[in-house]
């Protein structure tokens, strides 16, 4: 139950929440001002109404002194944060706890001073303090499996992992330090021996300690909304500077020596590859769709979901990115032949696989038709640009969609349509990251009124 104290024109009202790990008494305190207008009465019972609704937060969680440690408040937050942050961006935050907690963690989160929070950026910023250190497999583990007559579905029943781990892994590619623990310990070697860390001295990225940042300001923010704190930190802190860079894409040239060179690469990828180009949509939208989104009478695509994957979590289904993400977009021919053409190379493949097939209605799927791995598709692109190194610049699956926008803006498309074909909120953030192509395409337009507008001059000068 609530007490309550008067102090001179206020009144202190205290809640018991229980015992903190040390066995002291956790107390929430709040206090409380009557109008200067009001009576005693009226006074007296305001008060025992602020100290029931006091209670009743405490009892729900929605209360928390800042006595409390950063690292205990972040788990609260994260228990009720959990179901209304996007899975990818819970994952993101969780990776982030460690090297917060151990710069921060102990102290209590009424002690966090600005100073403290740009000392613990400009640490982030220097090498030798990664947490997420990667770590590269020197076994040739695919070779290793195949002499030992060991499958991999074996090897993560070993391991205790979800095959979908352990594919990159046989492929070369680089793991976290969890995942190279449990495959070490699959196949009874000590981890030392078979895996090294890569990269263990590179700072963090400017925007990964922005990062950084933004989620300690959503954890104090909620601090300030629970009564915990008066005020957030982080607002008079000012937030890392990330440097601007400019997006990769490709001009209209390599584009159409990417559609060239893709002539002669396997179907599935080959359409993958051309409809990223010709829609501007995100990996996960991609591989998100279904046949029922596409109109082939309207030649229209409806984006509406992704396809996302945690190594937690394996492949699973998403919302698209925000609202406006969820659109209806205008196919070009090319895109909706390609689609007919690759409808009926599934059908075909359907159909060789028999009882093997899994009918997931997902456009583009695995063999046997399960929803594809977004690391499959960005793992071919990244080895098929490296092949094409002497007409390709060094792009990313991602640059598809950069390429898109670029080539509409220089064609004269609209801002607006432009953003909503790619799904942005507004054409601000559009503009923010396409300045680079609408700055061009300004110059392009006052050459054009200049030839319009002074054709005498432009003739005596050839």
């Given amino acids: 139950m609530a007490a309550i104290q008067k102090r001179k024109n206020t009144y202190l009202i205290s809640v018991s ?11 929430h305190t709040m206090t409380y ?13 305001e008060v025992q109404r602020q ?8 009892a729900k969680g929605l209360v928390m002194n800042g006595k409390v440690k950063l690292a205990d408040f972040a788990e609260e937050w994260f228990k009720h944060k959990k179901n209304e942050l996007r899975p990818k961006t ?3 935050y969780k990776t982030m706890m460690p090297r917060i907690n151990a710069a921060l963690g102990h102290m209590r989160i009424d002690r966090i001073q600005p100073q403290h929070l740009l000392s613990f950026y400009e640490n982030l910023a220097e090498g030798g303090i990664r947490q ?14 195949k002499e030992n007559k060991l499958s991999r579905a074996e090897l993560s029943r070993r391991a205790g992992i979800a095959p979908s781990s352990i594919a990159p892994v046989v492929q070369g590619r680089n793991c976290t330090l969890a995942t190279a623990q449990k495959i070490a310990k699959g196949l009874n070697m000590p981890m030392q021996d078979i895996f090294t860390p ?50 990769k894409y490709l001009d209209e040239i390599q584009a159409a020596a990417l559609l060239d060179l893709l002539e002669n690469e396997d179907t599935e990828y080959r359409t993958m590859i051309r409809l990223l180009l010709f829609t501007g949509l995100r990996r996960g939208e991609l ?3 279904e046949w029922r989104d596409v109109n082939f009478e309207n030649s229209t695509l409806q984006v509406c979901r992704s396809s996302l994957y945690l190594p937690d979590k394996g492949i699973f289904e998403d919302e698209t990115k925000n609202e406006t993400s969820n659109r209806i977009i205008k196919l070009s021919q090319s895109a909706i032949a390609d689609l007919r053409a690759y409808k009926v190379w599934q059908t075909e493949l359907r159909l060789k696989m028999g009882d093997r097939w899994v009918n997931t209605n997902r456009i583009f799927t695995t063999a046997e038709g399960q929803p594809l791995h977004p690391d499959r598709l960005t793992s ?20 598809l969609r950069h390429t898109n926008a670029t080539l509409q803006i220089a064609g004269g498309v609209p801002l607006t349509t432009v953003a909503k074909r790619l799904g942005h909120a507004d054409t601000v953030t559009t503009s923010k990251i396409y300045a680079h192509a609408i700055k061009s395409a300004d110059e392009a337009a006052a050459e054009t009124l200049e030839n319009l507008l002074t054709p005498n001059k432009n003739r005596n000068a050839g």
């Avoid at 929440?17 to 107390?27: A, E, F, L, S």
């Avoid at 100290?51 to 405490?58: P, T």
């Fill in 132 to 145: 997420d250190t990667k770590y590269k497999c020197t076994l040739d583990l695919k070779k290793y499996l």
């Fill in 198 to 247: 890569v990269d263990i001295s590179k700072p963090l990225s400017s925007k990964t300690v922005l990062h950084h940042h933004r989620l300690l300001s959503s954890i104090f923010n909620t601090a300030v909304e629970w009564g915990a704190l008066l005020s957030n930190p982080c607002d008079r802190t000012k937030p890392p500077r990330v440097e601007k860079k400019e997006p």
């Fill in 287 to 289: 591989l998100g769709l």
């Fill in 17 to 27: 929440g229980g015992y903190d790990t040390n066995g002291r008494q956790i107390r």
């Fill in 51 to 58: 100290a029931v609704l006091f209670e009743e937060q405490c």
């Fill in 90 to 92: 819970y994952a993101r």
């Fill in 380 to 399: 071919w692109f990244s080895k098929f640009v490296k092949a094409h190194s002497d007409v390709l610049p060094p792009i990313s699956i991602h640059s």
């Fill in 33 to 45: 001002k009557p109008e200067p207008n009001m009576t005693a009465k009226q006074i007296e019972k």
